[in-house]
T-cell receptor, first 116, second 116 residues
Framework: EPEVTQTPSHQVTQMGQEVILRCVPISNHLYFYWYRQILGQKVEFLVSFYNNEISEKSEIFDDQFSVERPDGSNFTLKIRSTKLEDSAMYFCASSDPGQPFNQPQHFGDGTRLSIL | AQKITQTQPGMFVQEKEAVTLDCTYD???????LFWYKQPSSGEMIFLIY??????QNATEGRYSLNFQKARKSANLVISASQLGDSAMYFCAMREGQTGGFKTIFGAGTRLFVKA
C-alpha cells in the first residue's frame, strides 16, 4: 500500500537555526498538509496546500513557517529561527482528489523535532 | 468552542471484550466527514474508519465500527474483541465540507489500555 514518507525521523537543531522537514506524499494525491503535535497534546493543523499554493493556514503558521513543493514529489516545511516551543512531532499528510472532506488523510510517520 | 470533544482521557478494557470510545462534534455544515485515527506509542497516525454526514449506515471496518448518531452529533468508535495491540491513543477528527476548508480538526484523544 502506498505510504507518505517523511525524513528525517528525528531532527535535533540548535535554537535560532533553520530546519527543513521533508515529505513525499502518495503519488496520485493532490492535497498536502502539515500538522504538529506537541508531546502529550492534540494534533494541530498548520497548513494545507493544493495546486501549488497554500489553501488554508492556521494562526500557528506565521511568518516563521513556509511550505514548498520544489518538484513533483517532495513537499517541505521550513521553520526559520527555531524556538524551544517549536519542539514537537510534525506530521505530513496527503489525500486523494475528489471531495476533500470525505477523503481520509494519510499520515506519514512524523518527524520528531527537538530544539536545544 | 471545541469542535471535537473526547471526554474520556483514558479507558481500560479487558482483552477480547468490546469497548466504546466517545466522540461528539460541533458543526453547522451539512457536509462533513468524521474520522478515527489510532496513534500507537511509536507515534505514527493510522487511519481506522470514516463516516460521511450523508451516510445512512454506520461505517464498519473489520473490528472497528462507528456508531453515528447525527441528531446527537456523536460518532463513537466501537472496537470489538479487543487485542493487546489495540493499546494506543485514539483520536476522533472531523473535516467540514463547506466552511472548514481542507483541514482536519482533532479531538484531544482517548488513551486505551487493553488488559490481558
Amino acid at each position: 500500500e502506498p505510504e507518505v514518507t517523511q525524513t528525517p525521523s528525528h531532527q535535533v537543531t540548535q535554537m535560532g537555526q533553520e530546519v527543513i522537514l521533508r515529505c513525499v506524499p502518495i503519488s496520485n494525491h493532490l492535497y498536502f498538509y502539515w500538522y504538529r503535535q506537541i508531546l502529550g497534546q492534540k494534533v494541530e493543523f498548520l497548513v494545507s496546500f493544493y495546486n501549488n499554493e497554500i489553501s488554508e493556514k492556521s494562526e500557528i503558521f506565521d511568518d516563521q513557517f513556509s511550505v514548498e513543493r520544489p518538484d513533483g514529489s517532495n513537499f517541505t516545511l521550513k521553520i526559520r529561527s527555531t524556538k524551544l516551543e517549536d519542539s514537537a512531532m510534525y506530521f505530513c499528510a496527503s489525500s486523494d482528489p475528489g471531495q476533500p472532506f470525505n477523503q481520509p488523510q494519510h499520515f506519514g510517520d512524523g518527524t520528531r523535532l527537538s530544539i536545544l | 468552542a471545541q469542535k471535537i470533544t473526547q471526554t474520556q482521557p483514558g479507558m481500560f478494557v479487558q482483552e477480547k471484550e468490546a469497548v466504546t470510545l466517545d466522540c461528539t462534534y460541533d458543526t453547522s455544515d451539512q457536509s462533513y466527514g468524521l474520522f478515527w485515527y489510532k496513534q500507537p506509542s511509536s507515534g505514527e497516525m493510522i487511519f481506522l474508519i470514516y463516516q460521511g454526514s450523508y451516510d445512512e449506515q454506520n461505517a464498519t471496518e473489520g473490528r472497528y465500527s462507528l456508531n453515528f448518531q447525527k441528531a446527537r452529533k456523536s460518532a463513537n468508535l466501537v472496537i470489538s474483541a479487543s487485542q493487546l495491540g489495540d493499546s494506543a491513543m485514539y483520536f476522533c477528527a472531523m473535516r467540514e465540507g463547506q466552511t472548514g476548508g481542507f483541514k482536519t480538526i482533532f479531538g484531544a484523544g482517548t488513551r486505551l489500555f487493553v488488559k490481558a
